[in-house]
């Protein structure tokens, strides 16, 4: 038998998810395959009347160490790690009497699960696998000779394989298994070496960095048809959103859907639910409308006005649970997505009418404030940053004009704020009474920003039949300081009364002229929200 096609004559099997474990291993061994087991799968196993050798038997060395040691030794490494026509590799395990592993069956202790369910830090710690990681990088570095196992949903495909080619396993499945493999622990390690990161004095800029997850979905393509795509769960405890959401209905999310529905949960999470029922509409990952209510109802009536035409085509995001009359509302225009923490079941039948529209339930809210990384890749490299936990309520606001704001102005401010930092910079939102009412959204200059926000607020008056621009009387946010007087101007312009912008411009003298010139209540944040 040539080396492309590996026999299998003995399987080691060490797993902590035993899922499938017992009539996996009956049928290696009713292929003549002899089995060796460690712990709890030899207990597992013999309880269900297999017949195999424990690894203490091999090594002639008990487990110790409440099991921290008991693979770690050259009778199980050698057998995985033995070159099969290297003659002085067969000279070596003859004169130690170690017999050669052709199939390796590893998962590993459940980390990442005890870390999801807010295990303690001694709990975390126990739940490190050492021995697993070290047997699947052995059996993977000699993939040329063994088949390394790291997923119960490969069970099927080798003993398919063993079936098909009179038991043995081609070449091109031990590589395939052998990079699924790699991947695994290096996505392990990565999910440990984040949370001791995050559990210690954190680092600004650690010398290493590891990032890994798990498919959670293969995607038909990325943003194009030509870009493949896919996306992964980070380990660890996930942020309420698309990695905790389940799709009720629908046709397959995009890769531009799971883009586009994530921007749009994290805006409407800015609006606590206890405090009032917001809604946030998306299209291209930018707000197209944004608005609170009484109602949930009220608030997509609302933030709908501010740009229908957008809208169309777009993402719907809620920060409380869909209920029946919100449904009936959204499923009257074309919508893509609807993601809320939850769903009455007169809401769900509602949606389920509607074949093609996808329902997504979190679970919950992710929190505006708590900390996080994004990554974003750049040729040959990963770019780190932490998420923008700035909150417009933690911010002290600082009037730099004559005029003060009236409460109901800084209402609008404070709302513009928190829509403003989910729009791509240069940013401006016009808000009025919790609404949207025109937003302009990444261009390169700020005045173009402030202009094309202005007009979507005239076209808004407009399409109501009325004579002044819906900007009227309006508080403005900038996601960035004025860099010269002609942004504000514009703004002041369409009919804004109010401004919000963090200041630090060389030139916010000349602003802040500009503006009581005006006649404009202005406030300084000291907190910029550039989003590229």
């Given amino acids: 038998m040539s080396r492309d096609q590996t026999r299998v004559t003995r399987a080691l099997l060490s797993v902590s998810d035993k899922t499938g474990l017992v009539a996996f291993a009956r049928a290696l061994a009713e292929r003549g395959i002899a089995l060796v087991s460690t712990g709890g ?96 990088r052995a059996a993977a570095k000699n993939h040329a000779d063994v088949a390394v196992v790291v997923d119960v949903a490969d069970y099927g495909t080798i003993l398919s394989e063993l079936a098909a080619n009179d038991g043995a396993i081609a070449a091109a499945t031990r590589r395939r298994l052998a990079q699924k493999a790699f991947a695994r622990t290096a996505s392990y390690d990565a999910g440990i070496a984040n949370w001791l990161a995050g559990a210690i004095e954190p680092e600004a800029a650690p010398a290493f960095r590891a990032f890994g997850g798990s498919l959670g979905q293969a995607l038909r393509y990325g943003e194009n048809p030509h870009q493949s795509a896919a996306f992964y769960r980070s380990a660890g405890t996930p942020r309420p959103g698309i990695a905790t959401a389940r799709q009720l209905q629908g046709k397959e999310l995009s890769y531009n859907n799971l883009n586009d529905t994530d921007a749009a949960y994290e805006c409407v999470a800015e609006f606590d639910p206890a405090r009032t029922a917001a809604v946030a509409i998306i299209k291209h990952a930018n707000p197209c409308g944004v608005a609170e209510g009484g109602s949930l109802l009220e608030a997509y009536e609302r933030a709908l006005a501010c740009d229908p035409v957008s809208a169309f085509g777009g993402i719907v995001a809620l920060n409380r649970p869909l209920d029946a009359e919100a449904a009936r509302k959204i499923v009257e225009i074309f919508t893509e997505v609807i993601i809320a923490p939850d769903a009455t079941e007169e809401a769900q ?184």
């Fill in 41 to 136: 799968t030899h207990r597992a196993l013999t309880e269900a009347g297999l017949a195999m050798t424990e690894v203490a038997q091999l090594t002639q060395f008990p487990e110790m160490m409440d099991g921290r040691v008991k693979t770690l030794h050259p009778a199980v490494h050698g057998g995985l790690l033995a070159i099969r026509d290297n003659p002085e590799h067969q000279a070596a395990l003859a004169a130690h009497g170690i017999g050669a592993i052709d199939l390796l069956v590893v998962n590993l202790y459940p980390f990442e699960a005890t870390l999801a369910r807010g295990g303690s830090y001694d709990d975390c710690v126990e739940n490190i696998d050492i021995g697993g990681p070290a047997m699947i």
């Fill in 349 to 532: 039948r509602i949606v389920g009418a509607k074949k093609n529209l996808r329902l997504l339930l979190a679970g919950g809210l992710p929190d505006p404030r708590a900390a996080g990384e994004t990554v974003r890749s750049l040729a040959g490299g990963l770019l780190v940053q932490g998420r923008d936990g700035a909150v417009v309520d933690d911010m002290a606001l600082k009037v730099v004009t004559k005029r003060q704001p009236t409460e109901a102005e800084y209402a609008d401010m404070r709302f513009a704020y928190r829509v403003a930092k989910h729009v791509k910079s240069n940013a401006i939102v016009y808000a009025r009474s919790g609404a949207t009412v025109g937003i302009g959204a990444g261009q390169m200059s700020r005045v173009d920003s402030s202009r094309i926000a202005a007009w979507k607020a005239a076209e808004g008056a407009k399409r109501l039949g009325l004579s002044e621009s819906l900007a009227n009387g309006s508080a403005v946010a900038s996601d960035a300081f004025f860099p010269f007087a002609d942004g504000l101007l514009a703004a002041a312009e369409a009919g804004a009364t109010a401004v919000i912008q963090p200041g630090g411009s060389m030139r916010d003298e000349e602003v802040i002229r500009a503006a009581d010139e005006a006649g404009l209540a202005m406030v300084f944040t000291g907190t910029r929200h550039f989003r590229h």
